[in-house]
């Protein structure tokens, strides 16, 4: 028997659970410190009381015999695609058929198991600093990406290049990790390549109710074409409260299609074989996002978060380290002071203020000497690690 020897390309560690190793190993050799953890993005906002209404009427619907339900809709069940096909028309103004929505556990596994639908042989683009799981997926089974490079002299906004070469081409919009955003005219760049060159984007657009700014394009599908080269994840993790709960969603559009096959009954063929389905309670949960109040909801959820970004970007300011994002963004990305490396900025925040950030190199080289903050914390944690952030300028 032989293991997948792809797993030895990858390192040691995912990046986060490193991060978490330290984060320990420094608590436990110090006890006494307090740590305020601006690492991964984590929500820590509780869910709308409209969510939790939904989740207990379904869980108790569970209980009686004659409302309990067993296997669902692999894909989900059509309420729900219809309430997120509704929601990207009068959000967006981007028309979809509740068909071309498919329900998943979140953006994470969707965007690594969509690779099953594509050839073995298919070859790969992505961005470097790059979301470690659109790279680690594709090791695990033995490709090497191309990537293409954002830099403080691209703005983190790298364009299409006649150098790339890739059947699937992986964009973040708000990117993760450098929290910059696509405008319209760069986002159809990005779509009018992919079309000359039959590729596919596989867009994930977790980070999407960040966007402030009513220009910015929300969706893959406000741009022209993009129904016929794109892919869009969509998660309910960072939108509203969701990362413990687990759900999501991937819009495959019914006209993609490549040599006459079309990639939205590839998706739903391969999660019907693979998947059994988001339980019936989080699904009446995450509709319950969808209504009126709980888009309210969000909304306030989402300007909670907002307020905790605009004290780390001032507090940035103050000190005179250099960052971009955290505008249309839960996420800073901060230029380390004193050219240290990713990893010496984090052992350096960690030591002189408790604060635990996420080393930029873990996204790929691009992204040595930075580190990334997140504005997912409580507004007391973040005001306090802003504090101990300014007490470094003295
Ligand atoms: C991150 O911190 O980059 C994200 O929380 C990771 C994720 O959503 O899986």
Redesign the pocket.
Known sequence: MKTNQNYATLPKNY??SAVAEKTRAFQKANPERSIIKL????VSRPLPSVVVTALRKACTEMGKSKTFRGYGPEIGYPWLRKAIAEFYTQQYQVKLAPEEVIISD???SDLSNLLDIFDPQATVAMYDPV?P?YLETNLMLGRQPQFFYATAENDFLPLPDESIKADIIYLCNPA??TGVCYNRAQLQQWVDFARKHQAVILYDG?YACFIQDSHLPKSIFEIDGACECAIEVG?L??MAGF?GVRCGYTIVPKQLCYQGVKLNQLWCRRQATKFNGVSYIVQRGAEAVFSSAGLLAVQKNIAYYQRNLRLICRTLQALGWQYYGGEHSP?VWVRCPQQMTSWQCFDFLLKTTGIVC?PGVGFGVGGENYV?L?GFNSYANTRLACQRLLQLKK
């Open positions: 990046l986060f690492s991964i993005g984590d979140g953006a994470k979301y799981v993760n990790p977790a998660s993790s960072k990362t996420y996420t990334r997140t």
